[in-house]
Structure formats: structure tokens, C-alpha cells
């Protein structure tokens, strides 16, 4: 009985000595933190891809909070809705950001992109890049390893085994920006989704002599600079053999795409253009009824063939 | 035996061309000169488009103290100054050069007499060493005069020369030696004198036994200069791992180099160009360059002169043989791979392989089974299983830790892995990006 008693009380003891401590401890050293913090850090996705710029979602809270502004700060996981959802509890306007998402700069498929060399190194563009110039005649292309898919978070981003290039799914890429960090020939690009989901660009990062680029690739750009010339907007420069597609200063208008002889400039999620044919001819008064029962948006790249006298669309 | 105390491989030495004599190879009609052919700054050309050369003319002056100067091999007239995919790849600036003729600088001493007598002080020999733009022949391509310049607090003690030729297939030091040997010695006895050290030795492993001979026999004349026989090991041609095995030093990992232990090494190749640099006022512009492989018809050496494109030499050895898998500049265990054979031949060409389609293909990676064998084979002591796992994860800070800027990309992990992992292509990968860091790091400060 008195060991039991004995036990009890100094148990006892210690444990409120214990809760002594522990009370003037957490008064004085207690570190304040603003409870917004935790609030933002709820309305979050969690998904911690970095794609804001800081490290995870709790660092965004922290940053978004401290800054007093919501300009420049956007979630590309939440979108505009979860930033609505920030602006709310802070009390602050929601920055507009462009929502935007990832594009791939390159289109040398098998097809258009002979190989003539194999690579059988470890499975892993950094190596391939590391190692040599790839399996084409292209040292700037895609090298068809799947670092990119394998950084992926969000499953957004697959190799097409087809065309070995990776392919990126619109709906579900968030624009974090993990595959343009993972993929060591900087192909992929993170640009501004565009009006109604419809944008252009190069797809080539080739910096090769035209001569070289061609041989190398069918769908290379070559460095002509006939865009540069056709665009209204002067939104296309020309820089070591390479055009790009500034675009803030695109205004879509489509007028570079049949200009590249290459085929180079891709207008994504755009209707299939009509054919300028003459109805005498039946063989094009064919391809104009396929055309315009497919006349709808569509995912697929049109390519126009210019070599062939009267533009064909091919889906 | 000696040899050096840890680690290392012993692959089937395959020297199949060790009993050619060394031939002649005939000028390229177009001789290519890609500007870094070295360790260190790219070389700047000086010649124009329809500059007409000489043999032994100066086409590029060094881009810096760790450079070198580049010379033609021929005479003929520039044809222009574009791309070339070289050994690494990748397209690079380069020269070329139309043939036309065979005339040489006046300067240049053709005769085959032995100049035995120098009468230069060290800093003379290290200037036309420099002038002549001689790097490391045995393939890193590091500049020879840097070596000869401690940096201050370091003091050489001795010169080492690398005769080791550890690599399977090779033969072209080991001709060499047998061809040229009085040449040699008194391009050792040069460097050794450049260095202001009065020991050198000779480190030739005993696959080679009428090379040790050869050499001890000529070297009764030159008391200074050891013929150190070694213990047939991978890669004791490795430049730390040949120190060890002959004064048995063992040099830091870096930042610390050989001549913090007081070695100056160089490849037997290196003794030679010196000596015709030096004694022969003769530049760098020919190699000897082993084109071998179990298929190839007539394995050879030849005396070629750079800028000849590769499939030159694979013809001049009886052309390709059908079941070829791979190319390799170099040899098999620390070659690579090529990606065409007009690649030209620079100053570290030591070899053409020309691997069979059963030799070349990789066998496919299986799980590691944590046997260790690798960290067993390792020259350098380290862990290659854990280098490559965190070098393919990307934790570059980690990797730093684990000494990675030590390997010294032998492969001798890869090629004792009875799982095949291709462990030295994510340490390569590693050791590059980690070097690149460590650069910006130095630069910040």
C-alpha cells in the first residue's frame, strides 16, 4: 500500500513539476505565426510540385501571406479558382495570371527524323545528353529517354511509343514546370495557354546551319526567317539559325504557319484550315468534303503540304 | 610484383596487333582539325579560308595557359572553318584542310639521326614543349607544359613515364618502345630535366616482355632512369593508381594532383613527342594509332597524321568487317563509342576498335543483388553502387560527400557487375554535373 502511494505521489511530482516547465517554456519561448498561414496552406492543393516557385504549398501560403500582394503568385495546380479562394482570406485581390502549360519544342519523329545511331547506355536523357549528340543526326532533338514523363507528377506528360516523343495531356498539366527542369536539352517549354486554347510556336530548338538542320530532321527549323518577314506583330526573331514565337506578342493570326517551308510552326488546337482550291479540279473537291466533315477542333497538328502545288491538309 | 594496392580488374588482354610493326598510313585527301582537341580552353584558329599551310604550320594558338597550339599535318590550302562531329558527339569547330602535296616547314629536322645533346635550360624545354603544342598522349589530353609547371608549394620529386598501356586491344605505346626506344629515353631524360628532378622511371607491365627488355638493355646508358616492370592489373595506367604501383604514394583526393606527392607522370607517347619537340624542333601532328578488333583482317599500327578521318585507317586495316557492333576511339574499357567514322584523329587517338556485334551489345540491367563486387573492384576506394543510385536521383550535394570527383571513370565496376548495371554511365553523368557545380561554386568566389 505505502509503495503504491509512494509511487503515485511522486509520479505525481514529477509530472507537475514537468507541466511547470513545459507551460513557462511555451509562453516564453512561443514564436508567433500569423494563423492566415494555415488557412491558406487548407485551401492548397498539397500538391507540393514547386511549380509556384517555392519550396511545396506551405512555403506559397507562408510567401503569399508575408508579401501583402498577390501580384505575380499563382498555384498552376488550384488555378484561378484557388487563388480566388487565397485572395478571400487575405482580404487581397487575386493577381490575373495567364493560365499556362507545357509545350514540346520538338517534332522529329521517327518519321521525320532518321536515326543512325543506337543508343543502349542507361535509360535516361541526362546520360544520353551527356554522352553524346543522340541517336539522330540531331544534337539539340528530343531523345526520346522519358525523363520528362518520369518527372511528371501529374501523369500530364507520356512518351508516344509511335513517334518516341513525349506527348503532353492538356487538361491534366498544371505548368509546374517539373518536365522543362528534367529534360536536359531545355525542348520543353511552358508557355501561356493562348485565347480559347489556341497557340503557336516553333517546334524545333535546333541551332544548326539550315543545310545541316535539314539533313538532320524534315521538320527542322532552318533559320530562313521567311515568318520573321510575314509577321504583322513582330512577335518572331530570328537567334543562331532559330525562330521563336514570342507569345505576348502573338496575336494568333496564323500567317507564319504555311509561310515555313519546314512545316516547323505549329498551330495547336486551331480548326483545320480550308483548302484555296478550284472546284474544276475533283481530286481537291474530294479532299475539301473530308475536310469539312472533319472541320472541328481538333487535338492533331495539321501539317500543310506546300510541295505539292495546292495546299492538302493532312490530319 | 608491383602494383598499385587497391581494387582493380583484369580483362582479357586481347593485344592482337602487338606484333605489327608500325606502317606509314597514307595522307587523307582532306585533314580535319577540330580546335579542342585538349583539356582545357579551345584552341583559336589563325588561318583563314584559302591560307595556304605547310606541314608543321601553326593553325590555332592556345586559348589560354591550360591549352594548346594546333598544327597542320599537311600542306594544302584551307578550305573553310565550319562543324565537325568529333569524339565526344557532338558538332565542334574545326579546320579543314585541302591536301595538296606533301612539303614541310624548313625548320623542321627530318632526319632520322638520335640528337642526344641539350643544351636548353628547363624553361627553355618547357617553352618549346608548349610552343609545339604537346599534350598527354595517352588520351586525357592534358596539357604537357602545366604538368611541367608546379603550382607554388608543390616541388617535384620524380618523373613517372606511363608505359603501362593498360587497356585490353591497344598496342600503339608498346611499338613504340620497341621501335623508338633511345628516342624515349632521352625524351625522359628531357622531361626530367624540365622538371629539375634527376629520377625517372619507366612503369611497363610484363604482358610486354620484349619492351621491359628492350628498354633496360638501352637504359644501362642513362643511370637515372628505372625500368619499373609491373603486375598485369586494370587500369594501372591510371594516373594515381600508377604512382602507387611504382614509388607506392597515394595521392589525395582532390583538390590535391600527382604533384602533391612530388610525381610528375606522362605517357610513354608524351616522352616522344618531347623529344621530337624538343631535339627535332618538330610539333605535334602525328600519332601512332592501333586499328584492331577480333574481326578486323589485318590489326595494325600506324603512324598517322592527324586530322585523317577514321575510316581511312579502318580501310588501311582491311575495312570493316560485317559483323562490326561499334567503333571505338580508344579502347574498349575507356573508349567511346563513335557516332560516325569520318570522325578525325586528334592528339589522343590512341586507338580504332572495331568491336563485333556479340562483343558490343550490352546485356540487359538486373536488380543489384548487394554483392559489393564493385566497391571490391574500385582503384579509388569508393562505393560505385552508391554513386550511381545517387547520382540517377539527382542528389548532387550527397554525391559531392561521397567523394565522386575521385572515380576516375575506369569502369572496372561496371565490368565486374554480374547484374550489368550500367553503374559508370549515371557516375559519369554525376561526376560532370558535380564538377560543374563545383566550378560555378570557385567562380562565386
Given at each position: 500500500?505505502?509503495?503504491?502511494?509512494?509511487?503515485?505521489?511522486?509520479?505525481?511530482?514529477?509530472?507537475?513539476i514537468?507541466?511547470?516547465?513545459?507551460?513557462?517554456?511555451?509562453?516564453?519561448?512561443?514564436?508567433?505565426?500569423?494563423?492566415?498561414?494555415?488557412?491558406?496552406?487548407?485551401?492548397?492543393?498539397?500538391?507540393?510540385?514547386?511549380?509556384?516557385?517555392y519550396?511545396?504549398?506551405?512555403?506559397?501560403?507562408?510567401?503569399?501571406?508575408?508579401?501583402?500582394?498577390?501580384?505575380?503568385?499563382?498555384?498552376?495546380?488550384?488555378?484561378?479558382?484557388?487563388?480566388?479562394?487565397?485572395?478571400?482570406?487575405?482580404?487581397?485581390?487575386?493577381?490575373?495570371?495567364?493560365?499556362?502549360?507545357?509545350?514540346?519544342?520538338?517534332?522529329?519523329?521517327?518519321?521525320?527524323?532518321?536515326?543512325?545511331?543506337?543508343?543502349?547506355?542507361?535509360?535516361?536523357?541526362?546520360?544520353?545528353?551527356?554522352?553524346?549528340?543522340?541517336?539522330?543526326?540531331?544534337?539539340?532533338?528530343?531523345?526520346?529517354?522519358?525523363?520528362?514523363?518520369?518527372?511528371c507528377?501529374?501523369?500530364?506528360?507520356?512518351?508516344?511509343?509511335?513517334?518516341?516523343?513525349?506527348?503532353?495531356?492538356?487538361?491534366?498539366?498544371?505548368?509546374?514546370?517539373?518536365?522543362?527542369?528534367?529534360?536536359?536539352?531545355?525542348?520543353?517549354?511552358?508557355?501561356p495557354?493562348?485565347?480559347?486554347?489556341?497557340?503557336?510556336?516553333?517546334?524545333?530548338?535546333?541551332?544548326?546551319?539550315?543545310?545541316?538542320?535539314?539533313?538532320?530532321?524534315?521538320?527542322?527549323?532552318?533559320?530562313?526567317?521567311?515568318?520573321?518577314?510575314?509577321?504583322?506583330?513582330?512577335?518572331?526573331?530570328?537567334?543562331?539559325?532559330?525562330?521563336?514565337?514570342?507569345?505576348?506578342?502573338?496575336?494568333?493570326c496564323?500567317?507564319?504557319?504555311?509561310?515555313?517551308?519546314?512545316?516547323?510552326?505549329?498551330?495547336?488546337?486551331?480548326?483545320?484550315?480550308?483548302?484555296?482550291?478550284?472546284?474544276a479540279?475533283?481530286?481537291?473537291?474530294?479532299?475539301?468534303?473530308?475536310?469539312?466533315?472533319?472541320?472541328?477542333?481538333?487535338?492533331?497538328?495539321?501539317?500543310?503540304?506546300?510541295?505539292?502545288g495546292?495546299?492538302?491538309?493532312?490530319? | 610484383?608491383?602494383?598499385?594496392?587497391?581494387?582493380?580488374?583484369?580483362?582479357?588482354?586481347?593485344?592482337?596487333?602487338?606484333?605489327?610493326?608500325?606502317?606509314?598510313?597514307?595522307?587523307?585527301?582532306?585533314?580535319?582539325?577540330?580546335?579542342?582537341?585538349?583539356?582545357?580552353?579551345?584552341?583559336?584558329?589563325?588561318?583563314?579560308?584559302?591560307?595556304?599551310?605547310?606541314?608543321?604550320?601553326?593553325?590555332?594558338?592556345?586559348?589560354g595557359?591550360?591549352?594548346?597550339?594546333?598544327?597542320?599535318?599537311?600542306?594544302?590550302?584551307?578550305?573553310?572553318?565550319?562543324?565537325?562531329?568529333?569524339?565526344?558527339?557532338?558538332?565542334?569547330?574545326?579546320?579543314?584542310?585541302?591536301?595538296?602535296?606533301?612539303?614541310?616547314?624548313?625548320?623542321?629536322?627530318?632526319?632520322?639521326?638520335?640528337?642526344?645533346?641539350?643544351?636548353?635550360?628547363?624553361?627553355?624545354?618547357?617553352?618549346?614543349?608548349?610552343?609545339?603544342?604537346?599534350?598527354?598522349?595517352?588520351?586525357?589530353?592534358?596539357?604537357?607544359?602545366?604538368?611541367?609547371?608546379?603550382?607554388?608549394?608543390?616541388?617535384a620529386?620524380?618523373?613517372?613515364?606511363?608505359?603501362?598501356?593498360?587497356?585490353?586491344?591497344?598496342?600503339?605505346?608498346?611499338?613504340?618502345?620497341?621501335?623508338k626506344?633511345?628516342?624515349?629515353?632521352?625524351?625522359?631524360?628531357?622531361?626530367?630535366?624540365?622538371a629539375?628532378?634527376?629520377?625517372?622511371?619507366?612503369?611497363?607491365?610484363?604482358?610486354?616482355?620484349?619492351?621491359?627488355?628492350?628498354?633496360?638493355?638501352?637504359?644501362?646508358?642513362?643511370?637515372?632512369?628505372?625500368?619499373?616492370?609491373?603486375?598485369?592489373?586494370?587500369?594501372?595506367?591510371?594516373?594515381?593508381?600508377?604512382?602507387?604501383?611504382?614509388?607506392?604514394?597515394?595521392?589525395?583526393?582532390?583538390?590535391?594532383?600527382?604533384?602533391?606527392?612530388?610525381?610528375?607522370?606522362?605517357?610513354?607517347?608524351?616522352?616522344?613527342?618531347?623529344?621530337e619537340?624538343?631535339?627535332?624542333?618538330?610539333?605535334?601532328?602525328?600519332?601512332?594509332?592501333?586499328?584492331?578488333?577480333?574481326?578486323v583482317?589485318?590489326?595494325?599500327?600506324?603512324?598517322?597524321?592527324?586530322?585523317?578521318?577514321?575510316?581511312?585507317?579502318?580501310?588501311?586495316?582491311?575495312?570493316?568487317?560485317?559483323?562490326?557492333?561499334?567503333v571505338?576511339?580508344?579502347?574498349?574499357?575507356?573508349?567511346?563509342?563513335?557516332?560516325?567514322?569520318?570522325?578525325?584523329?586528334?592528339?589522343?587517338?590512341?586507338?580504332?576498335l572495331?568491336?563485333?556485334?556479340?562483343?558490343?551489345?550490352?546485356?540487359?540491367?538486373?536488380?543489384?543483388?548487394?554483392?559489393?563486387?564493385?566497391v571490391?573492384?574500385?582503384?579509388?576506394?569508393?562505393?560505385?553502387?552508391?554513386?550511381?543510385?545517387?547520382?540517377?536521383?539527382?542528389?548532387?550535394?550527397?554525391?559531392?560527400?561521397?567523394?565522386?570527383?575521385?572515380?576516375?571513370?575506369?569502369?572496372?565496376?561496371?565490368?565486374?557487375?554480374?547484374?550489368?548495371?550500367?553503374?559508370?554511365?549515371?557516375?559519369?553523368?554525376?561526376?560532370?554535373?558535380?564538377?560543374?557545380?563545383?566550378?560555378?561554386?570557385?567562380?562565386?568566389?
Amino acid at each position: 500500500m505505502n509503495l503504491i502511494l509512494i509511487a503515485v505521489i511522486s509520479l505525481g511530482v514529477i509530472g507537475l513539476i514537468s507541466a511547470v516547465i513545459l507551460f513557462v517554456a511555451s509562453k516564453k519561448f512561443a514564436v508567433y505565426e500569423d494563423p492566415r498561414i494555415a488557412q491558406v496552406a487548407e485551401v492548397l492543393p498539397q500538391a507540393n510540385c514547386g511549380g509556384c516557385g517555392y519550396p511545396g504549398c506551405s512555403g506559397f501560403a507562408d510567401a503569399c501571406v508575408k508579401a501583402g500582394s498577390l501580384e505575380g503568385k499563382l498555384c498552376p495546380v488550384g488555378g484561378q479558382p484557388v487563388m480566388a479562394k487565397v485572395a478571400a482570406i487575405l482580404g487581397l485581390e487575386a493577381g490575373t495570371a495567364e493560365p499556362m502549360v507545357a509545350v514540346v519544342r520538338c517534332n522529329g519523329s521517327c518519321e521525320h527524323r532518321p536515326h543512325i545511331t543506337k543508343y543502349d547506355g542507361a535509360v535516361s536523357c541526362a546520360v544520353a545528353h551527356a554522352t553524346y549528340g543522340g541517336e539522330t543526326g540531331c544534337s539539340y532533338g528530343c531523345l526520346g529517354c522519358g525523363d520528362c514523363a518520369r518527372a511528371c507528377l501529374f501523369d500530364a506528360i507520356h512518351m508516344n511509343p509511335e513517334t518516341g516523343l513525349p506527348e503532353v495531356d492538356e487538361e491534366k498539366c498544371t505548368a509546374c514546370g517539373a518536365c522543362k527542369k528534367a529534360c536536359p536539352r531545355n525542348i520543353i517549354e511552358i508557355r501561356p495557354k493562348g485565347k480559347n486554347n489556341r497557340r503557336m510556336y516553333v517546334s524545333c530548338v535546333n541551332k544548326d546551319k539550315g543545310v545541316i538542320a535539314r539533313k538532320a530532321c524534315e521538320v527542322s527549323c532552318i533559320g530562313c526567317g521567311k515568318c520573321v518577314k510575314v509577321c504583322p506583330f513582330e512577335a518572331i526573331t530570328l537567334e543562331n539559325n532559330l525562330a521563336y514565337i514570342d507569345p505576348a506578342k502573338c496575336k494568333s493570326c496564323r500567317k507564319c504557319e504555311p509561310e515555313c517551308p519546314q512545316g516547323a510552326i505549329v498551330a495547336k488546337n486551331f480548326p483545320l484550315r480550308k483548302p484555296k482550291v478550284e472546284a474544276a479540279d475533283p481530286k481537291s473537291e474530294n479532299s475539301k468534303a473530308e475536310t469539312s466533315k472533319t472541320e472541328v477542333l481538333s487535338n492533331a497538328v495539321p501539317k500543310i503540304d506546300l510541295s505539292k502545288g495546292t495546299p492538302k491538309v493532312e490530319a | 610484383m608491383k602494383t598499385f594496392r587497391i581494387g582493380g580488374v583484369h580483362p582479357s588482354e586481347n593485344k592482337l596487333s602487338a606484333g605489327e610493326a608500325i606502317e606509314t598510313l597514307a595522307l587523307p585527301k582532306q585533314a580535319v582539325f577540330p580546335l579542342s582537341q585538349h583539356i582545357g580552353a579551345p584552341a583559336t584558329a589563325i588561318v583563314k579560308k584559302g591560307d595556304v599551310v605547310k606541314v608543321g604550320t601553326k593553325i590555332a594558338e592556345a586559348g589560354g595557359f591550360v591549352s594548346a597550339p594546333i598544327f597542320s599535318s599537311v600542306s594544302g590550302k584551307v578550305n573553310k572553318i565550319d562543324t565537325v562531329i568529333d569524339a565526344s558527339g557532338y558538332r565542334k569547330p574545326a579546320i579543314f584542310i585541302d591536301v595538296d602535296g606533301d612539303e614541310w616547314e624548313e625548320t623542321i629536322d627530318r632526319s632520322t639521326e638520335l640528337v642526344k645533346d641539350c643544351s636548353y635550360t628547363p624553361e627553355e624545354i618547357v617553352a618549346k614543349i608548349k610552343d609545339a603544342g604537346v599534350v598527354g598522349m595517352g588520351g586525357a589530353c592534358f596539357p604537357t607544359h602545366v604538368k611541367l609547371c608546379p603550382p607554388p608549394g608543390c616541388k617535384a620529386e620524380c618523373v613517372i613515364i606511363n608505359a603501362v598501356e593498360c587497356e585490353p586491344y591497344l598496342t600503339a605505346d608498346h611499338r613504340l618502345m620497341l621501335e623508338k626506344p633511345e628516342q624515349i629515353l632521352v625524351g625522359v631524360s628531357l622531361l626530367m630535366k624540365a622538371a629539375k628532378v634527376t629520377k625517372g622511371y619507366i612503369g611497363i607491365e610484363n604482358n610486354k616482355p620484349d619492351a621491359i627488355s628492350l628498354m633496360q638493355e638501352k637504359a644501362i646508358a642513362y643511370p637515372d632512369i628505372e625500368i619499373v616492370p609491373l603486375k598485369v592489373k586494370y587500369p594501372q595506367g591510371g594516373e594515381k593508381q600508377l604512382i602507387d604501383a611504382v614509388i607506392g604514394r597515394q595521392v589525395p583526393a582532390p583538390p590535391a594532383i600527382p604533384i602533391s606527392v612530388g610525381a610528375v607522370v606522362q605517357n610513354v607517347g608524351t616522352a616522344y613527342a618531347v623529344y621530337e619537340a624538343v631535339q627535332k624542333n618538330k610539333p605535334l601532328f602525328e600519332r601512332i594509332v592501333t586499328v584492331t578488333g577480333k574481326s578486323v583482317k589485318k590489326p595494325s599500327n600506324f603512324l598517322t597524321r592527324m586530322g585523317t578521318p577514321m575510316s581511312q585507317l579502318i580501310e588501311a586495316a582491311g575495312g570493316m568487317p560485317e559483323d562490326t557492333g561499334k567503333v571505338i576511339g580508344g579502347g574498349p574499357m575507356m573508349g567511346k563509342a563513335l557516332a560516325n567514322t569520318e570522325v578525325p584523329i586528334c592528339k589522343g587517338s590512341s586507338g580504332v576498335l572495331l568491336m563485333n556485334d556479340k562483343e558490343a551489345s550490352r546485356v540487359e540491367a538486373q536488380p543489384c543483388i548487394r554483392c559489393a563486387k564493385c566497391v571490391g573492384a574500385c582503384p579509388m576506394g569508393l562505393e560505385p553502387f552508391l554513386l550511381a543510385t545517387l547520382s540517377s536521383l539527382k542528389e548532387w550535394e550527397k554525391v559531392e560527400k561521397e567523394y565522386i570527383m575521385s572515380c576516375i571513370e575506369c569502369g572496372s565496376c561496371q565490368f565486374t557487375c554480374p547484374s550489368h548495371r550500367p553503374m559508370l554511365d549515371y557516375i559519369r553523368l554525376g561526376k560532370g554535373t558535380v564538377g560543374g557545380i563545383i566550378r560555378a561554386r570557385n567562380a562565386k568566389k
